[in-house]
Structure formats: C-alpha cells, structure tokens
C-alpha cells in the first residue's frame, strides 16, 4: 500500500504494488475470492481490520490503497474505519468511480487510491476534508509513493528510478515490473522499494495483477513466507 506502478505495454495492463507494514501487524491472508455487491472479488486480506490494500473484481476493474494523501498529514485517532474497509466500499458498489463522489469519508485517515476501470485510470485522494479526483493518461506510465513514509524528495528520487528503469526497455513485462518493486536500489533499506527500517517497517508483500484481453492473472508475493500465490480468471 505504499508504492504503486502502472504500466501499459504490448496490449497489458500491470498494476503493482509494494505493502509496507509494522511487523507487529498480523500477515496479511493470500488473495482468495469472496462475494462482494453481488460480483466476486479477490483480494489479499488484512486480519487486523478486515479491509484490503488491493482488490480486484470480476470486470477486472483494480483499487489500490496508499496511505496518506498529497502530503504527510498528522494523525488524529481514534478514526472511524479503516481505509481498507473503505476500499471494499468501493470495490462492492456498481461503479466505484461514481461510488466515489458520495461514499461519506468523515473522520477517516487521508489516503489515495489508485482506480483502473473501464479502461480508465484515476487517482482519488482524501486529505480529511477533501475529495480530490484526477484522470491520468491510460497510455502513459505512472507510479506513487506513499506521503506518510516517503518525504517529497525521496518520491521523486524514486520516481527518476523508475524512469531511468522505462528508458532502457523497449517492452515492459510483468516480470520487469516484479524485478523493478522488488530489487531496485536493494542495498538502501530506509528509501529503497523494499525496506527494512530497524525491523520495525518493512515491505512484506508485492502484489500484482496483469490485464490482458478479457483475463486478469493475479500474482501475490509474501516476502516474509516467500510464498507465491497466483489467481486468473475471465472477465465477465
């Protein structure tokens, strides 16, 4: 939930993301598949608090989770849900893009979405007082570093090392992506992509999903385990 990339390449769309978590925190549960809104969805599963950083429905239609919003914001619990939860709000309405400009998001944490559908993509960011929508070019690249864990500067340090990985490939594979969240700057353990800060924060998961035609493959790595867990399916 606190790094994000999205490419689109030779007919793929590949989402993936690197969670960042207290190690005190529960593991997170593989992705499986549940009944949400009446349509499946798969998603891994967060056992403190129910909710998901990453989800994934029958349309094949992608919520992502980051914490925070714009900019690094001082918390003020107790909060009234988890942001999780919130995502699979979002995921079980009939269109999360329109679910989004009613869904009633009072004293809950700033946090930022990334939402494919329909062959769209949007960013849409709460900041506790504000909901903030974005479409972002589909054709292009993109990536996000969360605000609470990485300061300005660091998330542009990242993003010039995601461009400089783009420009010497001429095509972008799934497994590119999966090397790139997994082992670029690998040797920097506060700021890399995967991060071990005194055994109190690390990166425990990778998960990814690729969209192709009219099937998703969902691929989810638990750095903890080193398990794999993979799921596909067609969209309906």
């Known amino acids: 939930m606190c790094t994000v990339s999205f490419i689109k390449s030779q007919g793929k769309v590949i989402i993936t993301s690197n969670r960042d978590e207290q190690t005190s925190r529960p593991s997170a549960i593989a992705p499986k598949n549940y009944i949400l809104g009446g349509k499946n969805v798969v998603y891994p599963k967060d056992p403190k608090a129910g909710g998901t950083w990453y989800v994934v429905d029958e349309r094949g239609t992608v919520l992502v989770l980051l914490n925070g919003a714009s900019e690094k914001h001082i918390i003020r619990t107790p909060y009234r849900k988890s942001r999780g939860l919130v995502v699979l ?71 010039n090392l995601f461009n400089s990985f783009l420009q010497q490939k001429q095509m972008v594979a799934e497994e590119d992506m999966y090397q790139f969240h997994r082992y670029t700057d690998d040797e920097n353990q506060e700021n890399g992509f995967v991060i071990n800060r005194n055994n109190g924060l690390k990166t425990l998961s990778i998960t990814q999903s690729v969209i192709q035609m009219d099937k998703v493959n969902i691929i989810h790595y638990d750095l903890l385990t080193q398990e794999i867990s993979t799921i596909s399916f067609s969209i309906v």
């Open 89 to 159: 709000e979002l995921i079980a309405s009939s269109s999360p893009k329109n679910f989004w400009n009613t869904i009633d998001l009072h004293n809950i944490e700033p946090f930022t979405v990334v939402l494919f559908q329909n062959d769209q993509l949007f960013q849409l960011q709460w900041d506790s007082s504000d909901k903030l929508t974005q479409e972002l070019d589909v054709n292009q690249h993109h990536i996000w570093s969360s605000s609470t864990l990485y300061p300005k500067d660091v998330r542009a340090y990242r993003t």
